[in-house]
């Protein structure tokens, strides 16, 4: 695009000032749309969830566990650089059966070794939980959501775990950990799997799961097929996904939230598409006389379209811009209000540069077919146009 | 050997589709138009003068013969090569001037600018040099929707010759006018014809271009005829 044929872009921009703006307008709507949605769904999937690290469950599923045995066998594995086991209190605060609390019982040296780089558990958290057997380590949402201080005294009550006293579980808050990014979820707490599994009076030595980070370089779908042919014979059958995959199949157990989200977007674009594409032909074809003036006075065909694109792409661009400026404004006050829901709404480069992409794409697509429709037309049929 | 602009149609046969059929225009029409010279195309609606302009700009093609413009023959050059020419060799004049609403009358000059290898320091001194030569430096600032039709063609002519084409086709070029204004473009046109040595064809209905033009030629069923008595009455 040479700067000079510029004055030709501002002239079909301004021509009519209130089409272009209500184009802007609609793209921004559509792009605010996407924005929050997909701000919406990086909150709720987490940006926690890491590809290469992987999850064992029990292959029959559900709450179903196994032994906490199989982390020897895990452990040997040479593709496996650390492994630790998660077992769920599956608890509500006390006296509050709608609350319920996040809570894993784990071996924190172990865990905080697989998930350190998801979460901050620094050498002085997990000195302070190892000082204390019915410590707890909480999350800074989970902390701040119930007003817990360090040294406060929490009592949970599990649906299904027992100890002496019954079902009330009591720790001590000894620290509280904070993630590595802000969109890591830490709605929920820890506690030491030493003290639970020997206080427990049923189901000791079993766990909900295994977290596993592989080597650097190893091939996670490989040694998720490794662990799952080595127990295939066992009592205790595995299922080995990574977190990611997990974390989805986990989620849609209650919603399939990236489908509704996609689906909800792709109306939102193929609206603006038909809206921006149908207003192009006309403002292309009103001007088709015009752009036959302008192949009479030496303007070749590939200038002419690019100054038509040139135009789409800045009715695209500032659409965009509003767009996620909007986006922008609005998710703080979302996330207020959805704060039970989601974590918290991010938006994130990833979701940012693939509107980019979009946006570009939607430019060219809207801008190409009218402008090649106008210059197919001999100019003298294009000079008669009216 | 031709001057660098001689325009010459040799044989050429034009028609146009109707229906299944073809209606002629030209058949086996051969002419020369010499450089530096004014020629004036008369004849009735319908006849075929846009045509033959046309078809010297390289925006409509012949179906037999060749058109030339000095060396360049036109007939059989791509549509890119011809837009290519014409944007160096070529000035339109259209009789509803054709400006751009949006841009202002320098800017509309400056169009055809836009296509040489001017810096924009030299497309402005140029537009104003010829604002200057059309007698329109006052409104350079102005829309095309706030000039006169008289003012709007001397913008459209001063578009016409912004890149210094050696030739200008006019189409009608006061057809719009009324007598005072129609005057003063065909002084321009003279004015560029005489002192700036440009070719000029020009289809006009105006009986008092014959005081500007050269030459007069009537255009009737696909022929030319030269009616010597018109040419009496202008010398
Ligand atoms: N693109 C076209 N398709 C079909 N017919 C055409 C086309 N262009 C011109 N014609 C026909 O060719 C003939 C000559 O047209 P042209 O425009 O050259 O006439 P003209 O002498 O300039 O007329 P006027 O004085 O009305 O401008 C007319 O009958 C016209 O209808
Ligand atoms: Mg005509």
Known sequence: ?386 | MPNDTDITLTHVTKSYPLGKSRIPIFQDLTMTIPEGDFLAIMGPSGSGKSTILNLIGGIDTVDEGQVAVGHTVLTGMSDAALTQWRAAHIGFVFQFYNLMPMLSAAENVELPLLLTPLSARARQERVRTILDIVGLSERAGHLPSELSGGQQQRVGIARAVAADPKILLCDEPTGDLDRTSADEILDLLQLLNRKLGKTIVMVTHDDSSCRVAKRTLHLDKGKFIQREEELMVCR
């Open chain 1, 1 to 386: 695009m040479q700067v000079s044929s510029i004055m030709l872009v501002r002239q079909n921009l301004t021509r009519k000032r209130a089409r272009s703006l209500l184009l802007v307008l609609s793209i921004g709507i559509a792009f605010f749309v996407y924005g929050v949605l997909s701000s919406f769904q990086a909150g709720f999937e987490g940006s926690e969830a890491k590809a290469e690290r992987l999850v064992v469950v029990s292959k029959i599923g559900g709450n179903e566990t196994l032994p906490i045995s199989a982390l020897d066998q895990i452990a040997q594995l040479p593709e496996v650089a650390a492994v630790t086991h998660i077992t769920r209190l599956r608890a509500h605060l006390i006296g509050n059966e709608r609350q319920i609390i996040g809570a894993n019982a784990v071996d924190p040296d172990s865990y905080a070794a697989v998930y350190g780089d998801t979460y901050k558990l620094d050498p002085a958290l997990l000195a302070a939980l190892a000082a204390d057997r019915t410590g707890t380590l909480v999350g800074r949402t989970l902390a701040e959501q119930q007003g817990w201080q360090v040294g406060d005294r929490v009592t949970l009550t599990s649906f299904v775990h027992a100890n002496s006293d019954g079902r009330n579980w009591s720790f001590t808050i000894a620290g509280i950990f904070d993630g590595r990014e802000p969109t890591v979820d830490t709605n929920f707490l820890i506690v030491r799997s030493d003290y639970f599994n020997t206080a427990l009076q049923r189901g000791r030595n079993r766990v909900n799961m295994f977290g596993i980070k592989p080597v650097p370089g190893a091939d996670p779908a490989v040694l998720a097929e490794t662990i799952d042919t080595a127990f295939a014979n066992s009592a205790a059958q595995t299922k080995t996904q990574n977190e990611t995959a997990f974390l989805s199949a986990f989620l849609e157990q209650f919603a399939n939230v990236s489908l509704i989200v996609r689906m909800i977007v792709s109306v939102a674009f193929v609206t603006i598409l038909l809206i921006v594409g149908n207003t192009m032909i006309f403002a292309v074809r009103e001007r088709m006389q015009e752009i036959g003036v302008l192949k009479v006075l030496g303007f070749s065909g590939a200038r002419i379209m690019r100054i038509v694109l040139a135009e789409t792409i800045v009715l695209f661009a500032v659409g965009l811009a509003l767009g996620l400026l909007l986006t922008s404004a609005v998710i703080p006050l979302l996330g207020q209000a959805l704060r039970s829901v989601v974590p918290e709404l991010y938006l994130t480069t990833k979701s940012i540069s693939l509107a980019g992409l979009l946006a570009l794409g939607f430019a060219l697509l809207t801008g190409f077919l009218p402008a090649l429709n106008a210059l197919r037309l001999p100019i003298v049929a294009a000079l008669r146009h009216r």
